[in-house]
């Protein structure tokens, strides 16, 4: 199988000769030079595929929204109105991190400009990343990934600003009316230029629970995730959604609204019952669970630790399809080498189908 077909399986609940594997995001030049690759060469995506293709990463991304609306020394702010600015690590790796939004008020917001879906750039990444993929024959499978709903919304307000616009009914209507129109378009126009998935970045909680009480997603966001999710089955798409945080509240929500899969499932929340075991035989049947492994585990823990978890989730998850091999956010620079070999050592060991993974 190649990686699209293998990607494909899984998450139709199909087994593919072997688990799959994603990061949502890889910050980390001294994995990255270990693998003999050099980022330095250009702004395109070949060379980050050719390393996920050494890896055995087959899920990787193109960026199609989040562009830079006004640049400033040291960063810029997106298209959505948040301020974004680039910072080093400590093994120089480049980092763009959010630094707060850029409307202070309502009015500040409906003053912006609005991102236009149909920008000639957003279909010009996704062709990239597919010729990209293309020229590593088709061992990364590259879909294009968007900013969407709620996320999006409130970095561009803060999250204090944000949190005094909840209790004006239309003008939270109107920021997710805005949100929701541009992700369905898009969303349509990738589908129907061969988009076969697409990921949304969409943050819906913190470690401690959501950022709105459920009935604001319910009356807010899910018409529009359902509606985004309709739009793309009919055009033979699948919706990866990207949420941090302890989604347990709405966990069912985003499984009824038809999303494909989900990413990372924390495992270091707050809330104990926000368990990627615990949802899998609840819902495990209905969508593919994404990720999982603590990167707080990656960063410090023991080598043991980490296989014996991997082991876990390839044994207790992967049989049948429907899960795909991933940290519990993204590889970042804390991460060290030998542990995160470890977790990849583990999968190329026990993610072959059918999975036969030792106690």
């Known amino acids: 199988m190649n990686a699209p077909e293998r990607v494909l399986a899984s998450i139709d609940h199909i087994e593919p000769d072997r688990v799959p594997a994603f990061e949502s995001a890889f910050t980390n030049n001294t994995i990255i030079k270990h693998y003999g690759v050099n980022l330095s ?12 293709s050494k890896v055995g990463i087959e899920l990787v991304l193109s960026f199609v929204s989040n562009y830079p609306r006004e640049m400033f020394k040291g960063g810029f702010v997106d298209e959505y109105g948040r301020v974004m600015k680039y910072e080093y690590a400590e093994d120089k790796t480049l980092i763009l991190a959010y630094h707060g939004g850029h409307f202070k008020s309502f009015e500040d917001y409906e003053s912006w400009e609005q991102p236009d879906p149909n920008l000639k750039s957003r279909i010009d990444q996704f062709l990239s990343g597919k010729t990209a993929q293309k020229e590593v024959e088709d061992t990364v499978f590259s879909i294009p990934a968007s900013g969407s709903l709620m996320e999006c919304a409130w970095e561009g307000f803060g999250m204090e600003t ?13 920021i997710f009316d805005d949100r929701g129109t541009f992700t369905v378009e898009l969303v349509k126009i990738l589908a129907e230029n061969d988009a076969k998935m ?9 470690k401690n629970g959501l950022f709105m009480r459920p009935s604001l997603y319910r009356k807010l966001i899910f018409p529009w995730l359902k509606q985004i999710c309709n739009a793309a089955h009919k055009l033979d798409c699948k919706i990866f959604l990207h949420s941090d945080g302890d989604l347990l509240e709405i966990f069912e929500d985003i499984v009824n609204c038809g999303v494909d899969a989900i990413h990372p499932i924390e495992s270091t929340t707050a809330n104990p019952e926000y368990d990627i075991f615990k949802l899998n035989e609840k819902f495990g049947d209905k969508i593919t669970l994404v990720g999982n492994l603590s990167p707080v ?29 991933s940290s519990g956010h993204s590889i970042n620079p804390a991460v060290t080498l030998d542990r995160f070999e470890a977790m990849h050592n583990i999968k190329r060991k026990y993610g072959n189908y059918p999975i036969n993974v030792p106690s």
């Open 41 to 52: 060469g250009g702004r395109g995506y070949k060379n980050i595929y050719k390393f996920f």
């Open 162 to 174: 944000f949190s005094r616009i909840t209790g004006h009914d239309k003008q939270m209507k109107r």
């Open 198 to 206: 697409v990921l949304l970045w969409d943050d819906y909680g913190f």
């Open 297 to 325: 585990m990656l960063a410090i823990g023991e080598i043991s630790e980490i296989e014996k978890y991997s082991k876990k989730l390839i044994r207790e998850l992967a049989p049948g399809g429907g899960y795909i091999f």
